[in-house]
Nanobody, 119 residues
Framework: QAQLVESGGALVQPGGSLRLSCAVS????????MAWYRQAPGKQRELVAR???????NYADSVKGRFTISRDNEKNTIALQMSSLKPEDTAVYYC?????????????WGQGTQVTVPS
């Protein structure tokens, strides 16, 4: 079973940049995919970016060209580099991973880290 711990959330001015990091307690090679989600107040949690084991990435339309997801298999971390931040990027950002074993998919979530971009 994996544990995920996010860090890097902060208050940043519009147009600024921020890098979130997620430490994973197990080998990244055992994970199918890793992702960042976010949840703004009063809204549903949404997918921001995902990277699968082969390295393919996909992004929400709202962050394409501004956010980049990456992973370091040796350090067991994934990161989300965010630039040109907007007030609508304000949310709690969650790290997510899934792992397939014993015939089923197991999902893991971090505790979340707050990103605030004031208007």
């Amino acid at each position: 079973q994996a544990q995920l711990v996010e860090s890097g959330g902060a208050l940043v001015q519009p147009g600024g940049s921020l890098r979130l990091s997620c430490a994973v307690s197990i080998s990244m090679y055992s994970l199918n995919s890793m992702a960042w989600y976010r949840q703004a107040p009063g809204k549903q949690r949404e997918l921001v970016a995902r990277i699968i084991s082969g390295g393919t990435t996909n992004y929400a339309d709202s962050v394409k060209g501004r956010f980049t997801i990456s992973r370091d298999n040796e350090k067991n971390t994934i990161a989300l580099q965010m630039s040109s931040l907007k007030p609508e990027d304000t949310a709690v950002y969650y790290c997510h991973a899934d792992q397939y074993y014993s015939g089923s998919t197991h999902e893991y979530w971090g505790q979340g880290t707050q990103v605030t971009v004031p208007s």
